[in-house]
């Protein structure tokens, strides 16, 4: 429930972000292109380049490129970065130090017995303690009824690791293609208003082309940002299982000693 809280919370805070940027856009848009209009050459070439703000020319690009396309790549972006920071958090929270948890429980099986074990485990956050304690629950049933229980909780805790994480695969493939598909559009209406003039002018075809490579620019950019997110999310779960391995098979190893 708190996850899923958090997760809220932070789709909230994107999407007044994502609100505020949409509406000050346009404003922000008008006002550069007065400027330029009412500038001339001399003016522009005395003007500094740091003048316009990466925020700025950003805005300006983005409303260039079409609010279409643009909107649904900048969505795919919203959402792939709310699903990678609720798995991040996750998947932070549920690291835990396997060895301390292996000695504790090692030593309450021999100080307290499997009771004192299983409340260790009861208190420790995280899938290995999660697992552990399954094991636990199910030693007076054999050693090998424990271990069976280990390997299938252990399937459980992986599901939940990775729940979501298509999703985020889904946006990196969906953003490009947006953008490829905004690029394809663009040429389209450049070589319409080719035919309708019926004369090869570069005017006529320059807005549509820029159209088209801002698309495409602004779906690759999205793609990026959400592979790292993506990259380092299945880096930690792959940690996270290997500790999951380990810690098992070192858990059956204990209880083994411990009923002899």
Known sequence: MKRVLMSLVLMGILM???TTYAATTAEDVNTVAA????????????????SASFTQELKKRFIEGGPGFMGIVLICLILGLAIAIERIIFLNL?????AKLTAG????LSSGGVESAKELCRNTKGPVASIFYQGLDRVDEGVENAEKAVIAYGGVQ???????VSWISLFIALAPMLGFMG??????????KIEAAGDMQPSLV???IKVALLTTVFGLIVAIILQIFYNYIVAKIDSIVNDMEDASITLIDILVAHKK
Do not use: H, R, W, Y
Not at 35 to 50: F, H, K, L, R, Y
Not at 94 to 98: H, L
Not at 105 to 108: F, G, H, L, S
């Open 16 to 18: 007044t972000t994502f």
């Open 35 to 50: 400027v330029q209009d009412a500038t001339d050459e001399e003016a522009a070439e005395e003007m500094p380049a740091e």
């Open 94 to 98: 549920s690291t835990t130090n396997t």
């Open 105 to 108: 429980v090692e030593e309450a």
């Open 158 to 164: 992986m599901g939940q690791l990775e729940k979501n």
């Open 183 to 192: 690029t394809v559009i663009g040429m389209i209406q450049a070589f319409d």
């Open 206 to 208: 320059a807005g549509g």
